[in-house]
């Protein structure tokens, strides 16, 4: 177990928290990580390009996030902008932590079997997420989007919700909206569709083949289009109706317009499906 304590702050690596006496200031992971790793690197300058290569390893995200992060970090931390403890900023390079840290360790205690471990830091929103869900299970669907700046644990928390809605009898499948030019239409719906087996799914993913394919061959009429959308929306109602149906779409930002014109469509809907 590690304690870092400095000014009037303590953060415990193995809680993850920051706590403030015994209050306990809430942070985002990964803005948790950005602190963790400018104490453990104290003293130095740490630049952009670095936290980037250690805490979003392999994630294409824009340098704004770090700045983002370290903003949130000061807003917790209660210091000015013009400041230069506990965090300096070396304009155009980086960021230094210049308080003095006083580090503490303490034996490792038995560890908590994995199931029972809490997803810390995001318990507030995932509880928000799981009771929209049970809305769901009970016949009130609903859409809800998870956002913010790149890396902060969007995918995480929908990953984690996709877990924990099990218990509830409810399936979870997901899909991603790829960044890359020409995605094919409604793909990150088709792609979680893709998971599911049974008639109406196949019967769902026939639909948004013939909707792909007579877009390509003749852009659809207005009205077309609306009635393919219609239907495809009543297949995912009779899924749903069988067995509650959590659809998770990642990186919806990147979606492409029949995608968005479905999602446009089926939200208002939602309210007498078992869907979300």
């Known amino acids: 177990m590690v304690r870092y304590l400095f000014d009037d702050l303590e953060l415990d690596v193995d809680a993850?928290?920051?706590?403030?006496?015994?209050?306990v200031l809430p942070l985002q992971p990964k803005?948790?990580?950005?602190?963790?790793?400018?104490?453990?690197?104290?003293?130095r300058m740490v630049t952009k390009s670095e936290l980037l290569d250690r805490l979003w390893p392999n994630e294409h995200v824009n340098e704004a996030v770090i700045s983002w992060s370290v903003s949130h970090i000061r807003r917790a931390l209660l210091q000015d902008r013009s400041d230069k403890r506990p965090i300096e900023t070396v304009h155009g390079r980086g960021y230094r932590f210049t308080s003095g840290v006083d580090e503490q360790s303490a034996p490792a205690l038995e560890p908590i079997a994995p199931r029972e471990l809490t997803f810390v830091g995001r318990e507030l929103v995932m509880q928000e997420l799981e009771r929209h869900v049970r809305d769901a299970v009970a016949g009130r669907g609903a859409l809800f989007v998870l956002s913010g700046e790149a890396g902060i644990?969007?995918?995480?928390?929908a990953e984690e919700l996709a877990d924990r809605v099990v218990e509830l009898g409810v399936r979870a499948i997901m899909g991603r909206c790829p960044e890359a030019a020409g995605t094919p239409p409604l793909w990150p719906v088709e792609s979680a569709l893709a998971k599911l087996d049974g008639d109406l799914a196949a019967r769902a993913r026939t639909l948004i083949a013939s909707l792909r394919d007579r877009d390509a061959a003749e852009p659809l009429a207005q009205t077309a289009r609306f009635r393919a959308i219609e239907q495809l929306a009543s297949a995912l109602q009779e899924l749903a109706s069988a067995q509650p149906i959590l659809l998770i779409l990642d990186d919806v930002q990147w979606a492409d317009p029949?995608?968005?014109?479905?999602?446009?469509?089926i939200a208002p809907e939602l309210r007498a499906f078992r869907l979300c």
């Open 153 to 157: 644990g969007k995918t995480r928390c």
């Open 258 to 265: 029949s995608t968005l014109r479905f999602l446009s469509f």
């Open 16 to 23: 993850f928290q920051l706590r403030r006496g015994h209050e």
């Open 31 to 43: 803005v948790f990580e950005v602190l963790r790793y400018l104490i453990e690197h104290r003293g």
